[in-house]
């Protein structure tokens, strides 16, 4: 297999346990790096400081959900019940917010729910099957027990033997190259 | 554990002085399991054989769940007057059984949701489980409603659609604010259980060995990696979803008792109703959830999982929902009697020394008295025990909406157009059968889905501490 004709996609070293997989994630933020990543079975409690990443951009997206299920909410009753077709009950007012305010709150926490729920797989580019971690031929541990960092080839301060020996002095295992 | 975030510095000198007693936690995770356990535990019960418990439960819930087929069938092919409906009750098992699943759903939330809110961690060992029983239990749930309209092929006239005749639908009902509520529910409950699913559908993808099996659970898992910056907005999303999901079952049942609360008949026009409906729900969810986990933890021995802290929780909040249903039933009389409404106090009288005595009976024994077992823990410890009682709960939330539906309207303000009110051998037919229909959706959900959150468990296990020594 010739090396340097294939593109690389990073270098990925496996840790056992989850106190070693943490702190030497707080190592490689310390270093400056900001593309990489830490794969692990479950979400460890404080990964996102040791890594150093900003607060998720999701709720953004559940606002701008919520904020137009209400307008939604609104616009529907009223067109429907008062402008369209005005129905006059009981002498009331043709639309006022308090009548359909079940419908106005489900409308907002349904579109609120879609904004997250597509929030996360926009802010996460999901679906995407054709990763090359998926063939690294031990990624099913990742997902199991044990737990990775992957430093990225994009990231400016990649350099293969280098980042190796990074890798090694965290104390990492079977550090392994990533092809693209 | 429980000295691993303790550091000298921080430590309170007074606690030197006055030296708290170490009070242990329960452990959630037995025998100091480890992660791979837990993979090969819950990834197990998908891959093994399909075991012959399965496949007989299977057929028996298919037979069962052919019952509602039959009914429907024969309703939609006759009109709606096979059911036991006429003058003075409109509104019989159809709203009963309606209302009684759409309850059993709620516990799924309340599980997965609220108590994750409140970070209760023996929360994961049986929300998935929870979970797929609301949807499960919303899609039967629907039916009633979608098929006591009658015309059932006009059933999108509930929806806010154009339609030939020019009209909208009237938002000032509480049955169209239902049609929202119940859809937003199964909707959004839906998208909670599939997003928490993702990272254990990868795992199960990550171990396929048949290419179909792989096929499978890729297109499902949607090519989670399980990187952190994928964890960072999945737990983001997932809190925000728990945060909407509470509001959200409150208000669905909240609205569900506005479809009684709403009119002006005797016995339904109390504002007790929604939190007494909500607490009802809880109550029946639970014992719902315990009915069904029980046997499964025997089959597939989760014991290590699913132990005695986590029935000990479920029981403690089956006792208290059931107290406070208990308490709802007294309040409900008190008012009647303070209200100086002469109809008001009727319909209580008549509830309990009526018609239909045997039914409130029923309710406020398997209710009321049933659950205080519950105090003892002798009896909580008794599995056996604790199943039966849960039947029993299941049996006397079913009562409990019949006792509401039934007696207010078959005695209401004019004595002459009083009536008994029983179902036919459709509607029996047709409620039976949800149960086969239940039984169907669930157990494909254990056969092919996984039963218990594996990355929410190793959460929760000792070893996943980063500061543990």
Redesign the interface.
Known sequence: MNERNERIHGVACIFR???DV?HA?EKVRDAGWKNW????????????Q??G?P?????RL?LLGGVTGFITGCL??WY??SY??P?I?GGKPYWSVI??F??I???T??L???G??F???I??R??????P??DLPN??R????TFMI?LEARDPQFHLDESRNFLQSLGGQEITVIRD | MAHAHDSSSERPAILDKVRPAELPRSPLILNNR???WI?DKVCGIVEEETPLWWKIMFGVALFVASFTFIGLGYLVATGTGTWGLRSPVGWGWAIVNFVFWVGIGHAGTLISAILCLLRQKWRTSINRAAEAMTIFAVCCAGLFPLFHVGRVWFGWWLL?LPNQN???????S?L??DV??VS?YF??ST??WY?GMI?DL??IR??ATTWWRKAFY?LLA????????????????YL??AG??T??VL?VHT?VS?DFAVSNVPGWHTTIFPPYFVAGAIFSGFAMVLTLMLPLRAIYRLHDVINQYHIDNMCKIILATGTMVGYAYATEFFIAAYSGNAFEKFAFVNRAFGQYAWAYWIMVSCNVITPQLFWFKKVRENHSLVWIICLFVNVGMWFERFVITVTSLANDYLPSSWGYYSPTIVDIFTFFGTFGFFSVLFLLFVRFLPLLP???L??VAP??????H
């Open positions: 346990k989850v106190p943490f994630a990543d830490v794969h692990t079975p479950f979400p460890i409690h404080g990964m996102d040791a890594m990443l607060r998720s951009p999701v709720p559940t529907l009753t429907m019940n369209d077709y129905l009950v009548f359909p079940p419908v709150y489900e409308c926490i349904l609120a729910a879609f997250t729920f929030g996360q797989f802010f996460n999901l679906p995407r099957h054709n990763h971690l998926f990624f099913a990742i997902s199991d027990d992957v | 480890g992660f791979h993979t806010p020019g009209i909208w639908v009237q938002f000032r509480p169209e604010w929202f509520a937003t909707t959004v998208l909670f997003m990272p990868g795992v990550d171990r890729s949607m090519g989670w990696r399980g990187g952190n910056r994928q964890w960072s907005n999945f737990e983001m999303a925000l979803l909407l999901s509001p959200l208000s609205i506005f594996m990355a929410e190793k959460m070893q996943a501490d980063p500061h543990a």
